[in-house]
């Protein structure tokens, strides 16, 4: 084990503040809404381009146990005797790369995430893993040293270690901006008005988000669809469901950050097959690009 983790308790107010607040739950979450298990993504925009792929499964306890890691003495979240959820979201575009596992339980709320990003210049590579307790978060970041191009990411030398203290987990769990690619699917956001509201670690701050059923919308589409039957091509309208996802800091950190999701910072629309559950469109604004749309490509129809 390297010396012990610096502690950081930086989320102690904030975390508190939702510890005494009334509960605040994405609704209920019934993971038999969602009717995909594979998407692919593409943004376009003055000329750059950025692909993603999402994958979602179901996890065994016993798979769980075997991927879950135990950084140290502590009080880590166990893996649920009921399983839980695999999200795999893998990007590519402006000479980066980006492999994240993030691991669930069947609230939605967080177990670990890990991800790995690589590109074309070896100073920015990064390793990054958040294993999530009840009162704390441990995080692992790994990188490269000089002498360390092409080695697999699990054995980069350069390390650190610290904890973001929580005084205790939120009522409904704590999850990441990522996760809410499930609540989105799961949750009982069916008809306009319809509202969900989660709490997500970003950045090193938590965030509230809620989910906002603005219209349901008539929506253009052309993607792949794949499901038991074979593949086709699907092009014309389809009914969505258009949703409004604001965040907004919790306590001492309500002004200092920009929500996130999926690289687009402030508000973010995202359209669902209001059938399948699929995001077709995601809108919002992607950096110094400006305003820009993230259009499914595919989709595999199956229940994860």
């Given amino acids: 084990m390297t010396p012990r983790p610096t502690v950081r308790p930086r989320l102690t107010a904030a975390l508190l503040l939702l510890a005494l607040a009334p509960a605040a739950a994405a609704g209920e979450l019934d993971s038999g809404r969602i009717g995909w298990s594979e998407l692919a993504f593409k943004a376009s925009k003055l000329g750059f381009s950025v692909e993603t792929t999402l994958s979602i499964r179901k996890l065994s306890a016993a798979e769980l146990e075997r991927r879950l890691i135990e950084p140290g003495p502590g009080d880590w979240l ?51 893993t958040y ?53 989105l699917a799961a949750a009982e956001l069916l008809e306009p008005g319809d509202r969900a509201t989660t709490h997500v670690l970003s950045k090193g701050r938590v965030m509230e988000v809620e989910l906002t059923v603005e219209a349901r919308e008539r929506l253009q589409i052309d993607h792949v669809e794949t499901d038991d039957a074979g593949t086709r091509k699907r092009d014309g309208e389809l009914d969505t469901l258009r949703i409004l996802l ?34 077709v469109l995601i809108s919002g604004r992607l950096g110094w690009l400006g305003r820009a749309k993230v259009r499914l490509r595919e989709v595999v129809l199956a229940r994860p």
């Fill in 131 to 183: 294993r999530f307790g009840p009162t704390a978060v441990h995080i692992d970041t790994r990188r490269p040293d000089r002498s360390q191009r092409g080695v697999d990411p699990s054995a980069w030398s350069d390390r650190s270690e610290w904890l973001l203290e929580l005084p205790r987990e939120p009522r409904g769990g704590l999850g990441l901006a990522s996760g809410l690619f499930f609540t």
């Fill in 78 to 128: 166990p893996a649920p005797e009921t399983g839980g959820w695999l999200l795999e979201l893998d990007s590519e575009g402006l000479g980066r790369r980006s492999r994240l596992d993030l691991i669930l339980d069947t609230r939605g709320a967080a177990l670990q995430r890990t991800q790995v990003e690589t590109g074309r210049q070896q100073r920015r590579n990064r390793s990054r």
């Fill in 246 to 279: 604001r965040g907004r800091g919790v306590g001492a950190d309500a002004a200092e950050d920009e929500f996130r999701f999926l690289g687009m910072r402030g508000d973010v629309r995202v359209y669902l097959d209001a059938a399948t559950r699929a995001p």
